[in-house]
Nanobody, 129 residues
Framework: QVQLVEPGGSSVQAGGSLRISCTVSGFTPDDPDMGWYRQAPGDACELVSTVTSDSIKDYSDAVKGRFTISRDDANNAVTLQMNNLTPKDTAVYYC????????????????????????WGQGTQVTVS
């Protein structure tokens, strides 16, 4: 059974930095594509950043240049380093995992399992004030 575990939420002042991590267990047989989505109240579920099984990284325009995604396959973990945060970054952030393959980047109505990203973490609240 695939499980994605994220730590509890965090708060930071505007201009500050946060790092969130997610550990993935039970994923076989190959290393998964992994990433982060986020959803703020009343907004769509939007892609933040993804990293493929062969370490190709993608970022949304909203976070490009401020956020950095990394993966640690030895520890089955994916980390998102977030710098220069603004209140617009306030949202619940979800870790995702899936078999390798092309996936759409368009926002979704809800942050929940789907055919493209079937595995999701429980979500972690990031608040920027």
């Amino acid at each position: 059974q695939v499980q994605l575990v994220e730590p509890g939420g965090s708060s930071v002042q505007a201009g500050g930095s946060l790092r969130i991590s997610c550990t993935v267990s039970g994923f076989t047989p190959d290393d998964p594509d992994m990433g982060w989505y986020r959803q703020a109240p009343g907004d769509a579920c939007e892609l933040v950043s993804t990293v493929t099984s062969d370490s190709i990284k993608d970022y949304s325009d909203a976070v490009k240049g401020r956020f950095t995604i990394s993966r640690d396959d030895a520890n089955n973990a994916v980390t998102l380093q977030m710098n220069n945060l603004t209140p617009k970054d306030t949202a619940v952030y979800y870790c995702v995992a899936a078999q390798a393959g092309r996936k759409p980047r368009a926002p979704m109505a809800y942050c929940r399992p789907n055919v493209w990203w079937p595995y999701w973490g429980q979500g972690t609240q990031v608040t920027v004030s």
